[in-house]
């Protein structure tokens, strides 16, 4: 069981690498299955991937009306290397065998008819050539060298290929495990066949709680932004203005700043914050928002396309300014707030109740919420290094000095924190992990289900493997054998 339990991890985690990888897409049609004869030299089946010297033209396999060319294999991995992974530590056998597997999904996608958003993926490629290109010092013609293309537009095509066909891939998995749930009795079960000296160790997990103080932004501060914005309104619908040169020159928000401000919003997944959103999706073509709020600062809109549920605006961001006498203000406050928790006058969980800032945590008593696991646990190993940073000294119940940190818009905010409990490192125990073991045990049962799905998948699949891998040791029937 533990090793089921080990390989679902190295599975996982070599689907990871493989998903940020850029892998030649070419879709075809073939129907019968049989082994090509007409390949390359034959790798040994653990040999690790050469990076250089393979015929990188040869079909390594079709599955369905995908097909996997040696190309595919070697750019995998120059990628992996570039992004600063091992390439001795997958071989060429298990990088071709999860090559299979995404395939056989994103084929299986689309016999079941799953919908891809194009413009979705189009948008995403931008983002990454745009992360490439801050790779190699903001130089496309380096990126373009390094990909083998000629221009921006056949890279961006063939990137939109590769990311369509993974995202295909991945919707078709969590379709075949959408509804798999575990029992209590299953978890036990689960948990009972583990023998005892093969149950996993859980690493020292912490309990973190916090208090926040911002500094309160001035109605001075505040109207001066809301003034500016009404300006660039006026200035676009009176004097003809740029909106999208407004954006370059104005806006506060530096992530949408390089493409004018540009974000394209559906109306059936909730991107960008709420209050965006409602904004958005009231306005017609054209139309300019008054001023509004977020938690990022002050906005307008301009809507300048809708296509079905798609709506593309442009926004500026304006972030009002705090006072020096504001930052004052916040940081005697604070330590006022820790010097009544430090004399007993006050617990730290009612100083969070009262005086925090924090809407997330105030009425929890500051307690923070570990994202990956939605519950009050931090493993030690595992945690954010910027959190631990912060945590790494305190003893239970300890109080930090006041940290300076920033928000989400820059500004400055002050903070102190806890640890409410620590569990050091322990064999797992039933009662007291019984969400980590469930989590595993529900890992176990859909991988069960993934086997059993690729098993009866790939005997209905045309299938097509070259010479060359037929010794390979694959986990699953590529060969039909």
């Not at 009544?340 to 730290?348: A, D, H, P, Q, S």
């Not at 019984?434 to 059993?452: G, P």
């Amino acid at each position: 069981m533990q090793l089921k339990i080990n390989n679902l991890k190295r599975i996982i985690n070599l689907k990871h690498i493989i998903a940020v990888c850029l892998i030649l897409f070419v879709s075809t049609g073939m129907l019968a299955q049989e082994i090509i004869d007409e390949t390359p030299k034959a790798a040994e089946k653990d040999s690790v991937m050469p990076l250089v010297n393979v015929k990188v033209d040869g079909v390594s396999a079709v599955i369905g009306e995908y097909i996997i060319l040696e190309s595919d294999i070697e750019k995998t991995m120059r990628l992996l290397k570039s992004q600063g992974i091992d390439p001795a530590t997958y071989t060429r056998c298990q990088l071709f065998g999860r090559l299979l597997e995404d395939k056989l999904y994103a084929h299986h996608a689309i016999q079941d008819s799953i919908v891809i958003n194009d413009a979705e993926i189009r948008s995403y490629v931008n983002q990454q050539v745009e992360q490439f290109k801050q790779e190699f010092n903001g130089s496309l013609k380096e990126v373009l060298a390094f990909y083998k293309k000629d221009d921006e537009k056949s890279l961006k095509d063939e990137m939109f290929e590769i990311n369509k066909a993974n995202k295909l891939a991945s919707e078709m998995q969590k379709k075949i495990v959408a509804d798999i749930e575990v029992t209590p009795e299953e978890v036990r079960q689960f948990f009972n066949k583990i023998a005892k000296e093969q149950r996993p160790t859980f690493g020292t997990e912490l309990k973190v709680a916090q208090i926040i103080i911002e500094p309160e932004v001035t109605e001075e501060d505040t109207q001066k932004v809301i003034d500016q914005l009404k300006e660039f309104k006026r200035d676009v619908q009176e004097n003809n203005a740029n909106f999208r040169s407004k954006v370059v020159l104005y806006t506060d928000d530096i992530a949408s700043k390089k493409n004018g401000g540009l974000y394209t919003l559906n109306r059936t997944k909730p991107q960008m914050v709420k209050e965006f959103r409602e904004v958005a999706f009231s306005m017609q073509v054209g139309e300019i928002s008054e001023p509004f709020k977020t938690e990022f600062g002050y906005h307008i809109i301009f809507l300048e396309k809708i296509r079905g549920q798609e709506y593309d605006v442009r926004h500026i961001l304006l972030i009002p300014e705090v006072s020096q006498e504001s930052v004052k203000e916040a940081k005697e406050r604070m330590e006022t707030v820790r010097k009544n928790i430090m004399e007993g006058n006050i617990t730290f969980a009612e100083a969070a109740k009262e005086s925090s800032d924090e809407r997330e945590t105030k009425f929890q008593g500051g307690q923070l919420i570990n994202p990956a696991t939605q519950d009050y646990s931090f493993e030690l190993t595992k945690m954010d290094p910027e959190l631990y940073g912060q945590i790494q000294n305190l003893e239970n119940n300890e109080i930090s000095e006041i940290i300076v940190d920033r928000d989400r818009t820059g500004n400055v905010k002050f903070k102190i924190m806890t640890v409410t409990d620590r569990i050091d490192e322990h064999e797992a125990d039933y009662a007291r992990d019984y969400l980590k073991i469930k989590e595993l045990a529900l890992s176990e049962k859909r991988l069960d289900v993934i086997a059993k799905w690729q098993k009866e998948k790939i005997m209905d699949t045309y299938i097509k493997i070259s010479d060359v891998y037929k010794d390979c040791d694959f986990s699953s029937n590529w060969l039909k054998k």
